[in-house]
């Protein structure tokens, strides 16, 4: 199948780009916890919507790819799925599909490099929580364990609906995405506390959508906004949207990233 590479994937079609450097140091961060237990099926979440964590989840995917190790990549925001619009497919068969049964995973699977695979949402369907909490899908997840090296999946905001959480129990680690400045630190540690109920492995954070220096930008647009990684969530967020509050000096922030780390 021969697909156009997306604007989306800046580590594939610009791999010496600032923020594809960031998520190859994300990728070692989360390579070094793997020592203890095989981290083999992440989730990736947010608190709200558009804090860039399906972006988060295709770069994340590639660049292990690059390992040689072999991906899939799952859009399981099946309320609001993304991946298919940011890789520009279109979102016939997927994993709802699978699921019912009513087409086989091979034939719903999309090849889309030589190392990573996509297995968009599909039909959909007004019962994704409980397609999520199915045995079907239990089973579907533990078949693929075998199949891949890692499989990550893209879940919907913690904050709106709870299929993000449920997801988390059947996986061996959750990455939560934060952007800059959006959320209010009260909401933050709501999810934190939602996702210690459930004995979430919580591998750490990735803070999206920060500002950096124009002379960063790049032609695709990425660099006006950077990607860390951290553990804890602190001071993250703030109680306001406003620009002033948006426009903290480097100083400052970089003593809050200190104090988070």
């Known amino acids: 199948m021969s697909i156009k590479p997306s604007d989306n994937l800046i580590t594939l079609i610009d791999p010496e780009n600032v923020t594809s450097e960031a998520f190859r140091i994300l990728r070692t961060n989360i390579s ?10 992440i989730n990736v979440i947010s608190t709200t919507a558009q804090e860039s964590k399906s972006t988060t989840v295709l770069n994340l995917g590639y660049v292990f790819s690059q390992l040689g190790k072999k991906v899939l990549i799952m859009d399981l925001d099946l309320r609001l799925p993304s991946i298919h619009k940011k890789l520009r497919l279109k979102n016939k068969n997927g994993i709802t599909d699978v699921i019912a049964r009513s087409i086989e995973f091979n034939d719903a699977v999309i090849h889309y490099t030589q190392k990573m695979d996509v297995i968009l949402s599909g039909t959909k369907n007004p019962y994704a929580s409980e397609l999520i909490q199915s045995k079907a ?3 579907i997840l533990d078949s693929l ?3 891949y090296d890692l499989i990550l999946i893209d879940c919907p905001p913690v904050g709106l609906v709870t299929d993000g959480v449920i997801t988390s129990t059947l996986c061996d680690g959750t990455i939560m995405c934060i952007a800059s400045g959006k959320n209010d630190k009260r909401d933050l540690e709501k999810t934190k506390d939602l996702l210690n109920q459930f004995n979430v492995n919580i591998l750490g954070i990735v803070m999206t959508r920060m500002p950096v220096a124009k002379k960063y930008y790049s032609k695709y ?3 006006k906004y950077g990607y860390g990684y951290g553990h804890g969530y602190g001071t993250y967020g703030s109680s306001s949207g406003d620009k002033k509050k948006g426009k903290r000096s480097d100083r400052k922030r970089k003593k809050e990233e200190t104090k988070d780390d």
């Open 137 to 139: 899908f239990s089973n």
């Open 221 to 223: 647009g990425y660099n």
């Open 32 to 41: 070094l916890k793997d020592f203890d237990s095989k981290l083999k099926v």
């Open 145 to 147: 364990r075998k199949s």
